[in-house]
C-alpha cells in the first residue's frame, strides 16, 4: 500500500471515479504548498476565479439547475407524478416540452423533481466526505505518528475493494433509500480528502506561525481550525465540487444496476437506466435524463478546475 | 530493494486478513447462505445445512474455518447451482482478465500517446479536441456510453458486436473475437483513458518545463531526444501511481460492462449471486478482488521503486 | 490555458447540443416487418446453425430436484431430449390437449375400477441415443426417484402411485392406490421419463445437474459453457423425424433490452423476450426482416394476490371496495396494448384451461369510485383530510410487494399506485428479488398484496392448490401449502376438490366454474393480465415457428431449419 510521505502524486480520486487534473500539487520536497494568504487576498482569488470564463459559466449554470429543481413546485408545469395512461409516450412537443414516458407523464416535471433528488445526493455527499476527510486528515497529518498511522491504515483498507461492491451490498442491507445512498457514499469517499488534507497539513506545521502559535499556548483544536485548515481550503473546496460529480455518477450507476431508489423516488438515475431500451423509438426518454447528469457533471467539472485554478496560481497555465 | 519489497508484500498480506474478515463479517451479515432452500418442499433441509455449513458458530470461527478452507482452494460451493466457486472463479477470471488486461494496455498506451501530444502540441486544434472529449469522458455514466455505443455502433453502423466474446459457441481468437471485444472494452475504459490521458499531459508538461529540461536544450540536445529520454520517464513515475489506485475502479466498472455486453465474467458472477444472495460466491469474489487490488498496488509500487530511487532509499 | 478551456468549452457545446437536437427529434419510423408466422407448406433446407436468444440461465439440469424448476431450462433443453408420455399439442380448434408422444404404441388405456390403472405401450423403435431401447424399467425408476430420491421439487401424483409393473419391458402398467384425474401429466410434464440403465445406482443429481449426454429427443446436449451459451446437436438415433439444422446454440443473455438490440443486429435470429414496454414499442415500429407471434392463450396469469388475513384486506368490503377502485382495463391496455392485449383477465386463471373457467367472473369490477365510496363508507371509513380513508385511527393504507428488476412491473405498481392516490387508498412499493419473494415472504405471509404471476405447466387446472383451505401454509406445516393469499372458504374448498378427485369431466368444468364465480363474490385477490409470449424470428428461419403455451416455443425444434 502506497502512503502519502512515500509518493508525489495525486492520491485515489473520490471513489473510481478519475479527476481532471491540470496540474500536479508540486512534491513536498520542493516545499511548494500554497503560502498562507492574509484573508485581503480574498479580492486576488475572485480576480483569479472571474477570468475563467468556462468555470464562471459552469458555475452559473450549476446555480440555475439548482434554482430550477428545487423550485420545481413553483416551476414545473403539471404535477409531479401525474399519470396520463391514454396518452402514453410522445415526443417533445408544444405542450411536453420533453415529451411524455410511458405513463403519460410529463417528462420536464419529473426531470425537475427527479434533479432534486440527484444534486442533492451529489451535494450531501459532497458535503460530508469532505467534512469527515478533512477532519481525520488534519487530525492525521497534525498528531502524526500513531494517530496518522492508523489513519492511513484506515484508508488502504477502504482502497481495498471496489465501492460499488460495497455499496450494493450495503443497499440490499439497509434499504434503497437516499439517506443510504448518501451515508455509504460519504462513508466511501473521505479517504480521498483526509489523504490530501493530511499531505497539506504535513508541509504546512512546520510553518513558523504554527510554532508561534503553539509556543503561545492556543489547544491544538485552535490550531488546526484557525490557522492549518483555512490554508487548506483550496484542495478541500476543489474536492467537494468533484465529489458532487462522483456521487451523481456513482448513483446513477447503482440505478442502472437496479439497486437504485425504490419507486416512486426518482432521481436521474433512475430515469436514465428505466430508459434503456429507447434506442430507436422515443430516444427522447434515454437522452433527457442523460444530458441532465453530463451537463452537471460537466459544470462541476469546469467550476472545480477553475475554483484549482484560483486558489493555487502557482499550478501552472 | 529487497527490504522494500518485502516489506510492502508483508504489509499487504496484512492489510488483506484485515479487510477479508471485514468483508467476510459483513457478508455473512446481510445474506444467508439457506435462504434458497426455504423455498425447498423439505422443512428439515434449512436446519441441517445450517449445522452442516457451520453457520451457528460464532463469527470469528466461521471466518477462520473459511480461511482455512480458502487457503487450500476451497471456496465453498454456490447455493444457486451447486457448482463450486472455485471452478466458477476460474471460469469468470479467464473472461474478465481478457477485458482488463486488454483494457489496461491499451488505456495506458493511448492516454500515453494522447496525453504526451497534447503536451507537445499545447493549444493546437487537436489538444483542444482531446481536451473536450476527457471532459465528456470523465462526465459521461460509463454505462450511458455503452448502451449508445452499443446503439451507434452495435446495431446501427453494425461495425461490432456485442454479445459476450465470441459469436455462437465458438472459442477462436480472431477477427469476430477483435469485434466483440471493442466495446466492451471502451465502455470500460473511457473514464481512465480520458483522466489519464489528462494526467499524463500535465505531468509532461510539468517535467518539459523543468529546469534540468531546459538546461538540456540550452544545452542543445535535439527536442526529440529530450521529450523520449529524460521528460517521459519521470513523466510517467506519477501516473503508474494513479494508474495502479484506477484499477480498483476497474473492478467496479466491470459490474456494469459485463451486464450490458453479456460476458460472463467477475462482475457478472457478482450481480448474479448478489441479485440470489449467493453468500460463498460474494465472499470469494470480495477476497480475489481485493487479492488483486492488492497485488496490482504492490506491483506499482515496486515499478516506482525502480524509476524513482527517491523512495526505496525513504 | 485559457485558449485550452474555451476550446475545450466549444467542444463540449457542440457535443452536448449534438445530443440534445437527437432527443428531440422524432421518432424514426422504420418499414413494418411481415406480422404472419411461417407457413409450415414451406420447403425447409437441410443443414445451417441457428442462434436463440436466451433471457435466462437455469441453475441446473436437474428437471426433478428444486434447482431445476426453471422454465427456460425446461424449453431449451428438456422437452427435446427427455421422452414424455404424452405432448400438449393444440387441435384444429386452437385448444390445448393431450396426445400421445410417438415414444408410445398408441393412447394409453384408462381404467377406474376397482382402482385406478393406466397402461403405457411403449413404440418398438423408441430407443435411447445409445439404442437402448424405453422400457417399462425406466417408468418404474422414474417413480421410484420422485417419491424416495433426494431433494425432489414435487411430488405431487406420484404419491398416489402404488406401483409400477415391468414384467413386460414393452409395457409399463402404472396403478394408483387413489384417484389422481390428472394422470396425463405424470411421466411427461416438466419432468419427464429417466434413463434407468444409466442412472440406476447413480446420484441423479451430479449426473445431470450440468447437462446430460443421454437423450430420447431429436436433440442431445452437446456443450454448456456456464454463463454464455447452450448447444444442442442432432440425435442420431432418434426414432422419430430427424431435425433438418446442424446445430443451435442458445446464447445467454439476461437483459431484455440488450437481447433485443443483439437480435435487432442479427446475432441471434430468435428471441422470446419478456413482453417489456420497450420491447413492445419496438416491435410496434416495426422491424423489418422480423416475424412475429404473439399469444394470449398461455399457461400464465398475473394478478394482485392478497393476502385475506391481515388487515386491510381481512375486511370483505374493503376488498370489494378495491376491486371498484382501480381500472384495471385502462392499467392492461397502456401495458400490453401494443401486444393486442387491451382488455383486463377477468377470471384468476390461466387461459390454456378456458374449459374449466368462467372467464367472465370478475367483469363486474370497474372502476366505480362512487360505488366504492358506497362501500367503504357503509363500513364506517371515512376520508380524511389527506384524502385517505381512515377508521377508528387507522388509515387505508398498505404495501405491496413484487419481483425487483421487472420494469413492467415497476410501471404496473406505478399505475396502481396513482390510482389508488385518488380513490383514498395510500399503497407503498417494496418489491424484492424473486427468491426471497416466492421463498419466505409469500409463504410466510409476510405481505398485504403481492404482483406476480403463476405459470401452469400443464393443462391441469390447480386452483385448489392456490384455494383450498387446507393448504394454508402455517408455521406448523412449516409453510408448506401454496395457498398464500390463505383464502378460507368452505363453498370454495368444496368445489375445488371436486375438480382435483372426480373422474368425470363435465363435473370438473362446472365445479371449476363455480369456483371461479366464489373467488370473484368474496374479492379473494384480483386477476390481472394473461401475460402474453412473444415469440420474435429473423425471416431466414423457416419452418413452422410457433410458440406452445405449455411446453415453449422450442418443442418442434426438430422442425426448423435456416435459409441459406
Known amino acids: 500500500m502506497r502512503t502519502e510521505d512515500e509518493v508525489s502524486g495525486l492520491p485515489a480520486a473520490p471513489l473510481g471515479v478519475p479527476s481532471i487534473p491540470d496540474g500536479l500539487p508540486p512534491a513536498p520536497e520542493l516545499g511548494g504548498a500554497p503560502e498562507p494568504e492574509p484573508r485581503s487576498q480574498w479580492q486576488l482569488f475572485r480576480r483569479r476565479f472571474f477570468r475563467h470564463r468556462a468555470a464562471v459559466i459552469g458555475g452559473g449554470v450549476l446555480l440555475f439547475l439548482y434554482l430550477v429543481c428545487f423550485g420545481a413546485k413553483f416551476i414545473a408545469p403539471y404535477d409531479k407524478n401525474h399519470l396520463n395512461l391514454l396518452l402514453g409516450p410522445t415526443s417533445p412537443s408544444k405542450e411536453h416540452w420533453m415529451g411524455t414516458d410511458e405513463l403519460g407523464r410529463d417528462q420536464l416535471t419529473e426531470i425537475l ?142 440505478s442502472f444496476l437496479g439497486f437504485g431508489l425504490q419507486k416512486p423516488a426518482t432521481s436521474w438515475g433512475n430515469m436514465l437506466a428505466d430508459s434503456e431500451g429507447y434506442y430507436s423509438h422515443n430516444t427522447h426518454l434515454l437522452y433527457f435524463p442523460g444530458l441532465m447528469i453530463l451537463i452537471t457533471v460537466l459544470c462541476v467539472n469546469f467550476l472545480g478546475d477553475g475554483l484549482r485554478d484560483a486558489f493555487d496560481p502557482q499550478s501552472h497555465h | 530493494m529487497l527490504t522494500f519489497v518485502i516489506r510492502r508484500v508483508l504489509y499487504s498480506l496484512l492489510v488483506l486478513l484485515v479487510a477479508s474478515f471485514l468483508l467476510f463479517w459483513f457478508t455473512r451479515q446481510t445474506f444467508d447462505p439457506t435462504s434458497r432452500l426455504r423455498a425447498s418442499r423439505d422443512k428439515t433441509v434449512v436446519q441441517r445445512e445450517r449445522e452442516r455449513l457451520g453457520l451457528n458458530d460464532n463469527i470469528v470461527v466461521q471466518y477462520g474455518n473459511w480461511l482455512k478452507d480458502a487457503v487450500k482452494g476451497d471456496l465453498g460451493t454456490s447455493s444457486r447451482t451447486n ?67 452499443i446503439e451507434v455502433f452495435g446495431v446501427q453502423l453494425g461495425w461490432f458486436k456485442f454479445v459476450g466474446l465470441h459469436s455462437g459457441d465458438g472459442s477462436s481468437y480472431d477477427v469476430d473475437y477483435l469485434k466483440h471485444l471493442v466495446l466492451p472494452v471502451a465502455t470500460l475504459c473511457v473514464q481512465i483513458v480520458a483522466s489519464w490521458s489528462r494526467f499524463e499531459r500535465a505531468s509532461m508538461l510539468d517535467v518539459m518545463s523543468a529546469d534540468y529540461v531546459r538546461t538540456a536544450r540550452a544545452k542543445g540536445v535535439p527536442r526529440r531526444t529530450v521529450i523520449f529520454k529524460h521528460a517521459l520517464r519521470n513523466a510517467l513515475i506519477p501516473l503508474v501511481t494513479v494508474m495502479a489506485l484506477d484499477t480498483a475502479a476497474l473492478f467496479g466498472g466491470l459490474i456494469i460492462t459485463e451486464r450490458i455486453f453479456s460476458i460472463s465474467g467477475m462482475g457478472r458472477m457478482f450481480f448474479d449471486a448478489l441479485l440470489t444472495g449467493d453468500v460463498y460466491v460474494v465472499e470469494a469474489w470480495m477476497i480475489v478482488v481485493a487479492l488483486f487490488i492488492i497485488m496490482f498496488n504492490l506491483f506499482a509500487d515496486v515499478i516506482y521503486g525502480i524509476l524513482d530511487p527517491r523512495i526505496r532509499l525513504s | 490555458m485559457r485558449k485550452q478551456r474555451r476550446g475545450a468549452q466549444l467542444f463540449c457545446l457542440l457535443f452536448t447540443s449534438v445530443l440534445l437536437v437527437a432527443a428531440c427529434s422524432s421518432d424514426k419510423k422504420s418499414p413494418t416487418g411481415a406480422g404472419a408466422s411461417s407457413s409450415s407448406s414451406e420447403v425447409v433446407p437441410q443443414g445451417g446453425t441457428l442462434v436463440i436468444g436466451a433471457e435466462q440461465e437455469p441453475d441446473c439440469a436437474d428437471w426433478f430436484g428444486t434447482c431445476g424448476g426453471s422454465s427456460w431450462g425446461f424449453w431449451m433443453m428438456n422437452v427435446n431430449t427427455m421422452p414424455r408420455a404424452f405432448d400438449v399439442v393444440k387441435d384444429s380448434s386452437g385448444t390445448y390437449v393431450f396426445k400421445a408422444n410417438i415414444m408410445l404404441k398408441s393412447e394409453p388405456k384408462l381404467e377406474t375400477t376397482p382402482k385406478q390403472k393406466v397402461t403405457y405401450e411403449i413404440a418398438d423403435n423408441a430407443v435411447w441415443n445409445d439404442n437402448t431401447p424405453i422400457t417399462s424399467t425406466d417408468f418404474k425408476y422414474t417413480w421410484d426417484q420422485v417419491v424416495n430420491g433426494k431433494d425432489i421439487y414435487d411430488k405431487t401424483g406420484y404419491t398416489n402411485i402404488e406401483s409400477v409393473d415391468d414384467s413386460n419391458p414393452k409395457v409399463a402398467v402404472v396403478t394408483f392406490s387413489s384417484t389422481y384425474p390428472d394422470w396425463k401429466q405424470l411421466f411427461a410434464g416438466g419432468y419427464g421419463i429417466l434413463p434407468s440403465h444409466i442412472l440406476q445406482g447413480k446420484d441423479r443429481d451430479t449426473e445431470m445437474k450440468d447437462g446430460y449426454k443421454f437423450s430420447a429427443g431429436p436433440f442431445v446436449i452437446d456443450s454448456w459453457v456456464k454463463g454464455d451459451s447452450i448447444t444442442l446437436v442432432p440425435n442420431p438415433n432418434f426414432f422419430g423425424p430427424k431435425p433438418h439444422l446442424d446445430k443451435v446454440v442458445f446464447k445467454i443473455q439476461a437483459d431484455t433490452s440488450a437481447e433485443f438490440q443483439a437480435f435487432k443486429a442479427g446475432e441471434v435470429s430468435v428471441v422470446y423476450p419478456q413482453p417489456q414496454l420497450d420491447a413492445v414499442d419496438a416491435i410496434n415500429a416495426g422491424l423489418p426482416g422480423v416475424e412475429k407471434e404473439i399469444s394470449v392463450d398461455t399457461g400464465n396469469f398475473e394478478s394482485l394476490w392478497i393476502n385475506n388475513s391481515k388487515a386491510p384486506f381481512d375486511d370483505k368490503i374493503v376488498r370489494q371496495a378495491f376491486g371498484f377502485s382501480i381500472d384495471r382495463d385502462a392499467m392492461v391496455k397502456r401495458l400490453f396494448g401494443g401486444l393486442g392485449v387491451d382488455k383486463a383477465l377477468n377470471v384468476v386463471n390461466a387461459k390454456i384451461v378456458k374449459a374449466y373457467s368462467d372467464e367472465n367472473a370478475f367483469s363486474s369490477y370497474k372502476l366505480d369510485l362512487t360505488k366504492a365510496d358506497q362501500l367503504l363508507t357503509g363500513d364506517g371509513w371515512a376520508k380524511g383530510a389527506d384524502g385517505i380513508y381512515a377508521k377508528g385511527g387507522q388509515r387505508l393504507a398498505f404495501t405491496i410487494k413484487s419481483t425487483a428488476g421487472n420494469k413492467r412491473r415497476e410501471l404496473t405498481e406505478q399505475i396502481l399506485q396513482e390510482q389508488l392516490k385518488t380513490a383514498g387508498f395510500e399503497m407503498t412499493i417494496e418489491n424484492a428479488k424473486a427468491g426471497d419473494l416466492f421463498g419466505s415472504i409469500l409463504p410466510q405471509g409476510d405481505f398485504q398484496m403481492g404482483l406476480y404471476a403463476q405459470v401452469l405447466t400443464s393443462l391441469v387446472p390447480g386452483n385448489c392448490t392456490l384455494f383450498c383451505s387446507t393448504n394454508i401454509p402455517t408455521a406448523d406445516n412449516g409453510f408448506s401449502g401454496n395457498n398464500w393469499t390463505r383464502s378460507n372458504v368452505a363453498d370454495l374448498d368444496t368445489q375445488l376438490k371436486i375438480v382435483d378427485s372426480s373422474l368425470d369431466e363435465n363435473a370438473r368444468m362446472a365445479a371449476g366454474k363455480a369456483a371461479d364465480k366464489i373467488v370473484a363474490d368474496n374479492a379473494l385477490t384480483f386477476p390481472l393480465d394473461p401475460l402474453p409470449n412473444t415469440l420474435l424470428w429473423s425471416s431466414k428461419v423457416l419452418g413452422p415457428v410457433q410458440d406452445n403455451g405449455v411446453l415453449g416455443p422450442f418443442f418442434n425444434l426438430a422442425e426448423w431449419g435456416v435459409a441459406a
Open chain 2, 83 to 149: 457448482e463450486e466457486v472455485t471452478s466458477m472463479m476460474r471460469r469468470a477470471m479467464g473472461n474478465t482478465l481478457q477485458l482488463i488486461i486488454w483494457g489496461a494496455l491499451i488505456s495506458a498506451a493511448l492516454a500515453i500517446g494522447i496525453g504526451v501530444f497534447s503536451a507537445i502540441r499545447q493549444y493546437s486544434i487537436p489538444d483542444y479536441l482531446f481536451t473536450g472529449l476527457s471532459y465528456i469522458g470523465i462526465s459521461m455514466p460509463p454505462f450511458w456510453f455503452g448502451l449508445l455505443a
Open chain 1, 113 to 254: 423533481y427527479a434533479g432534486q433528488i440527484s444534486l442533492k445526493i451529489g451535494m450531501a455527499v459532497a458535503l460530508m466526505s469532505t467534512a469527515i476527510g478533512a477532519t481525520l486528515g488534519a487530525v492525521a497529518g497534525y498528531f502524526g505518528r500513531w494517530v496518522d498511522q492508523v489513519l492511513m491504515r484506515m484508508t488502504d483498507l477502504f482502497l481495498v475493494v471496489p465501492g460499488i461492491a460495497i455499496l450494493a451490498i450495503a443497499l440490499k442491507r439497509f434499504g434503497q433509500t437516499d439517506t443510504i445512498i448518501i451515508l455509504v457514499l460519504a462513508a466511501l469517499g473521505w479517504t480521498y480528502v483526509a489523504r490530501v488534507v493530511r499531505g497539506q497539513v504535513l508541509s504546512i506545521k512546520e510553518k513558523e506561525f504554527v510554532e508561534a502559535a503553539r509556543a503561545a499556548g492556543a489547544s491544538s483544536t485552535r490550531i488546526i481550525t484557525r490557522h492549518i485548515l483555512p490554508n487548506c481550503i483550496g484542495p478541500i473546496v476543489v474536492n467537494t465540487t468533484l465529489g458532487i460529480a462522483a456521487a451523481i455518477v456513482t448513483e446513477s450507476t447503482l
